[in-house]
């Protein structure tokens, strides 16, 4: 199989035949050029867009496997997402075998690591506090000679604190190092870095079509005066969750929020980036065992959690990118299943909620009161007096 106007290489149609790939995702079609000519890269692009492959397929491109050293790394945030991309990339051992491959992340006997690692691999795939430990503190991990780094994740990879790590590792790589930075979104704090590493960046952005399930109502809570944490508190008792998904827009903001409600004799799942790597792990194993009925997460720690069992969301206000929403009400209602999504909103939020009513989402508007779901006036009802009479209009 041949992908034109492309031109893969053989060893490249073989990877691409192996994954039955027909035809080229939007993030790969405009990724994969931009790479092989060899400029950075800035993809924003979700989760379950292919921008795994975005990268691999050109690194099947640009690999020689007759110099034995490193010539890629890619990082991502945590193990699990490590192990995935490792595991795709294990098509690439097959359609070339010479290909060595290393997966260098936490648990891991380290003196193995060190012995496996006589012969540098020519790609690294892994965590970055791990990776910075064989490279700079042991120096059994030689990626300095690498000429491609990729940062899987990258808003995620803020999140739970390895920018550092990731700062440390490319300073010691060469000048020339083409950087590609894969994200959902760039936020502020990741600015820095971009500038600091990447030479005239290409840019693209693969937009996502907002999908709303019909299977799923969206209930509108007002808070008025009171907190987020507050208000949830107060309407908790009127849920009768198998699984109930509360979003934070900030980890701090989730760490509160959990908090409060263990202190109201709430059993509290958090998943957030101030967990550690090991306390993350645990969260993860307790959620996959049932153990909880309430998790507290931010968007971002949350990606790539699958909870089919999830019967209620709730969204503490609406986050900057409204594509969060989305997916955020995305985890319940699924398999056909009918779900609830609350959305609890300050004044603050009023403007997220026209916009999403003007994309075609249909708002309930309710509050729960005297242990009862009530339904209030439609959000953006207004009355509007005409000299001694008066009219009430729906907008």
Not at 125 to 150: S, W
Not at 227 to 251: D, T
């Amino acid at each position: 199989m041949t992908l034109t106007p492309y031109g893969f290489n053989d060893i490249t149609n073989k990877f691409l035949a192996l994954n039955n790939f027909i035809e080229l995702t939007e993030v790969q079609k405009k990724v994969i050029p931009i790479v092989l000519k060899g400029h950075d890269l800035i993809a924003i692009s979700a989760t379950g867009t292919g921008k795994t492959h975005a990268f691999l397929i050109p690194l099947m491109e640009m690999i020689n496997i007759n110099e034995n050293c490193v010539q890629a790394v890619i990082t991502a945030p945590t193990r699990e997402l490590a192990m995935q991309i490792y595991q795709n990339s294990l098509i690439m051992k097959k359609a070339l075998p010479a290909l060595n491959i290393k997966l260098i992340s936490g648990g891991t006997n380290r003196q193995k690591v060190s012995e496996k690692l006589k012969v540098q691999p020519h790609i690294v795939i892994g965590t970055p506090g791990r990776i910075k430990d064989l490279f700079l503190q042991e120096e059994t991990l030689l990626v300095n000679t690498a000429k491609i780094m990729v940062i899987d994740e990258g808003d995620m990879t803020l999140e739970y604190g390895f920018m550092d790590d990731i700062d440390a590792i490319a300073g010691k790589m060469g000048k020339k190092l083409q950087m590609l930075v894969f994200s959902a979104t760039i936020p502020q704090g990741l600015k820095p870095f971009l500038k600091k590493y990447m030479h005239q960046p290409k840019t693209i952005k693969v937009d996502e079509s907002l999908k709303f399930s019909p299977q799923i109502d969206h209930i509108l809570i007002p808070c008025k005066h009171k907190a987020y944490h507050h208000a949830l508190l107060e309407i908790l008792p009127g849920f009768q969750p198998y699984v109930c998904l509360i979003f934070a827009n900030k980890r701090e903001e989730a760490a509160l929020t959990a908090d409060y409600l263990r202190d109201h004799n709430y059993r509290v799942l958090e998943l957030h980036g101030d967990l550690t790597s090991r306390k993350r792990k645990q969260a993860l194993a307790s959620l996959s065992a049932g153990d909880y009925q309430y998790i507290v997460a931010t968007d971002i720690a949350s990606r790539g959690l699958d909870v089919d069992a999830v019967s209620h969301v709730v969204s503490l206000g609406f986050p900057t990118d409204l594509n969060f929403y989305i997916h955020r009400s995305g985890r319940t209602g699924r398999s056909g299943r009918e779900g609830i999504c609350y959305a609890l909103y300050q004044p603050k939020d009023e403007r997220s909620i026209r916009l999403l009513k003007e994309k075609g989402i249909k708002f309930k508007h309710q509050v729960y009161r005297n242990e009862n779901w009530q339904t209030l006036k439609p959000f953006d009802y207004q009355r509007i007096k005409i000299g001694r009479a008066s009219c009430r209009e729906r907008v």
